[in-house]
């Protein structure tokens, strides 16, 4: 992002989050608390409101009702951009991720994984 904001490059930066959780792609850019408790700041946030709860089965993440506030912010000023994944779709691209590679991802990085476009070789 550091190169982007400095115009030496021009990414294609993607936040992917969870369907249950979509904080930027469903969320609205407000002041909110950062914790469910309501004891923590506000800040300004793309947020699903601090009285969210996510489903009890989603199994990646944090669970959290708000993104970073500096993302956020990059996300506001167009800087970047989001899509959310569903959890089932996740895990199918971690399994073949497992097999093909041989190595099994945590759930944060199988979003990433999931929304990678695919590599096709010349050879």
Known sequence: M???LRGEADYDIIAVEPASCPSFTRG???YDFCDSGKICPLAKMYTLSSSFI???IHAGG???HGMSPIFSELYDQKMMHA???EQT???KAAQ???RVEGILP???SSRAIKAAPPHHSNS
């Open 28 to 30: 609205t850019y407000a």
């Open 54 to 56: 996510p489903s009890p």
């Open 89 to 91: 779709e996740v895990f």
């Open 62 to 64: 944090l669970r959290s």
């Open 106 to 108: 945590a759930p944060e």
């Open 83 to 85: 899509i959310s994944v």
């Open 2 to 4: 550091g190169q982007k």
């Open 96 to 98: 073949m991720f497992a």
